[in-house]
């Protein structure tokens, strides 16, 4: 991701990182967002979801996300919400 951003930056072309669900990809993509030199602007899916098992984090503050700040990822999803929406 580093080397595409780079390259995009040498070429002036914008990068605009995206996952289009509410999961861990989504916090990865925040989480390498914010490590870039040129924060670049990140594409979300905008809907309002029954449960998340990720709480209301990937909800913007004035236009921002806030990056979970635990190990990992920053933020461990919710099990007993994950049981409930499990498919066998």
Known sequence: M???VEAANKANVAVA????????GL????HVSA???RT??????????TESPFGDWYEPVDGYLALPQGPGLGINPDPGILEKIRVD
């Open 2 to 4: 580093r080397d595409i």
């Open 17 to 24: 990182p995206h996952s289009a669900y509410f999961g861990p």
């Open 27 to 30: 916090i990865a993509t925040a």
């Open 35 to 37: 490590a870039l030199a």
């Open 40 to 49: 670049p602007m990140i594409e979300r899916l905008y809907c309002d979801l």
